[in-house]
């Protein structure tokens, strides 16, 4: 189960209450909305952070195959600097 820091999980209980206040006919209290905050992290929050690693890992293997981009050396150089040299003396 995902685990909320004491003082987000307060902040989000304020949200859910303020929510209620000025989007439903109903108010709700701060134990509900403790409650319904908890059955959304239980039931929802896994599918959230579950997509949230695919984009992660999509985002890895994207910069991954870049690497290759970022730090390749052209090989067998060596002769190519006399050949560009060798080129403007004839």
């Given amino acids: 189960m995902i685990e909320l820091p004491k003082d987000v999980r307060d902040q989000a209980v304020a949200s859910i209450e303020r929510y209620f206040r000025e ?3 109903e108010k709700i209290g701060n134990i509900a909305a403790g409650g ?3 059955f959304f992290v239980e ?3 896994p599918a959230i ?3 949230a690693v695919r984009d ?3 985002r890895l293997r994207l910069r991954v195959e870049e690497v290759d981009l970022e ?3 052209d090989e ?3 002769w190519k600097k006399f ?3 060798a080129g403007r003396r004839r």
Avoid: S
């Fill in 23 to 25: 989007n439903m006919d």
């Fill in 36 to 38: 319904l905050l908890g």
């Fill in 43 to 45: 039931e929802i929050g």
């Fill in 49 to 51: 952070y579950n997509r």
């Fill in 56 to 58: 992660v890992q999509e």
């Fill in 71 to 73: 730090v390749n050396e």
């Fill in 76 to 78: 067998f150089t060596y």
């Fill in 83 to 85: 050949e560009n040299k």
